[in-house]
């Protein structure tokens, strides 16, 4: 199947709705009915700010970056971003084309 993986990257300490943010990501893609989606902790990382989020310095816990990635048909891609838009978050994603499948069980 051709489609997209999206990545979404957050620091770990972001929340929206009363839940971590990359916790309330998977359950929302969840509701829209998505195949599925996994949330990934960084030991290491910087953004667009360039401070350095490292999960060795102990007053930096919980700033981590979070990914959370899904392998998604170009309609879900498009399905999961329309809905995003519409609660205002400001999200950083990453896009690929993929190409992706499952093996074995046939």
Known sequence: MQGHYLKFIMQEKEHHQGLPLYEWLLREAR???????????????FGHSGVLHDAAF????????????FALS????????DYLRHTKLQLFYVSI??????????
């Open 97 to 106: 084309p993929a190409e992706f499948d499952r093996l074995g069980g046939e």
């Open 31 to 45: 509701k829209l009915g998505l195949p599925g989606g996994s949330a990934f902790r960084a030991i290491a990382g």
């Open 74 to 81: 170009d309609a879900d891609k498009t399905r999961l971003l």
């Open 58 to 69: 102990i007053e930096l816990a919980g700033e981590e970056p979070v990914e959370v990635v």
